[in-house]
C-alpha cells in the first residue's frame, strides 16, 4: 500500500478534526467515532487526494466505506490518477466512478493507470466526502536521470582514428563503471586544437 507514506490533503475537513491523513492511516476502521475517517464540509465538488511523492503505475485502488452513517455519500464519486495539480489534480484521467458502496465495505477498483496523485472528487454538487481508507497499490516507475558532461583534454594520440576514439571511450567507461555510468559516446566528433 503505496498510500501509507504519502501526503493526503483534502478540500475541508469537518469539525476541524476529520483530517485528509486519516484515510491513510493503515486503519480500516469504519466508524467516524474510532477517528480514522475523514470527512470534508459539505460542499459542491469536495475532494482528497494523496501525493504519492513518486510517479507510479497503480494497478488498484481500494476505498472503505462509512459504516455508521450515510453510506451514499459516497455515491457519484470519481478516482482521478496522474502528475497534473491542475485544479488540485482533480483534472487527471478518470480511473472509475463510483455508483454506490455498501455501509463499510472495502470495495477494489481496477485503474492500470500512472500517476503520482490520487484524487477522490465528488463532482458538481453539494456533498459530504466521508473516506474511512485509501489504499493505493502499485510499482514505482524507475527514474533515469541523465547527465551532460564535456571532458576537453590533450593528447598525442589521433582521436579523428576511430579505432583511437574507442579506446579512449573504453578508458573513460572503465574509470566510471563504478559511479553508475552506463553509456559514454562521443557526441561530436573530437576537433584537433590548432597549433600556436
Not at 469536495?46 to 504519492?52: A, E, F, H, N
Not at 511523492?53 to 488498484?60: G, K, P, R, T
Not at 477522490?120 to 510499482?139: A, D, R
Not at 533515469?144 to 571532458?151: E, G, P, S, Y
Amino acid at each position: 500500500n503505496v498510500a501509507l507514506k504519502g501526503i493526503a490533503t483534502q478540500s475541508s475537513s469537518y469539525s476541524g478534526s476529520y483530517y485528509a491523513s486519516l484515510a491513510i492511516d493503515g486503519n480500516r476502521a469504519s466508524n467516524m467515532n474510532s477517528y480514522s475517517c475523514t470527512t470534508t464540509n459539505a460542499q459542491i465538488g469536495p475532494w482528497w487526494k494523496v501525493d504519492l511523492l513518486a510517479v507510479y503505475d497503480i494497478s488498484n485502488v481500494i476505498i472503505t466505506n462509512r459504516a455508521d452513517c450515510c453510506a451514499e455519500r459516497i455515491n457519484g464519486a470519481e478516482i482521478h490518477i496522474g502528475n497534473s495539480l491542475i485544479n488540485n489534480g482533480n483534472n487527471n484521467p478518470r480511473c472509475v466512478v463510483i455508483p454506490s458502496m455498501p455501509a463499510g465495505a472495502s470495495v477494489n477498483y481496477t485503474c492500470n493507470m500512472r500517476g503520482r496523485y490520487v484524487n477522490i472528487i465528488i463532482p458538481s454538487i453539494t456533498q459530504f466526502l466521508t473516506l474511512c481508507e485509501v489504499e493505493v497499490y502499485g510499482v514505482a516507475v524507475p527514474v533515469f536521470k541523465r547527465a551532460f558532461l564535456r571532458i576537453k583534454f590533450n593528447s598525442t594520440e589521433d582521436l579523428n582514428n576511430p579505432t583511437m576514439r574507442d579506446k579512449v571511450l573504453q578508458k573513460i567507461k572503465s574509470a566510471n563503471i563504478q559511479s553508475s555510468v552506463f553509456q559514454i559516446r562521443w557526441t561530436k566528433e573530437p576537433e584537433l586544437e590548432p597549433d600556436t
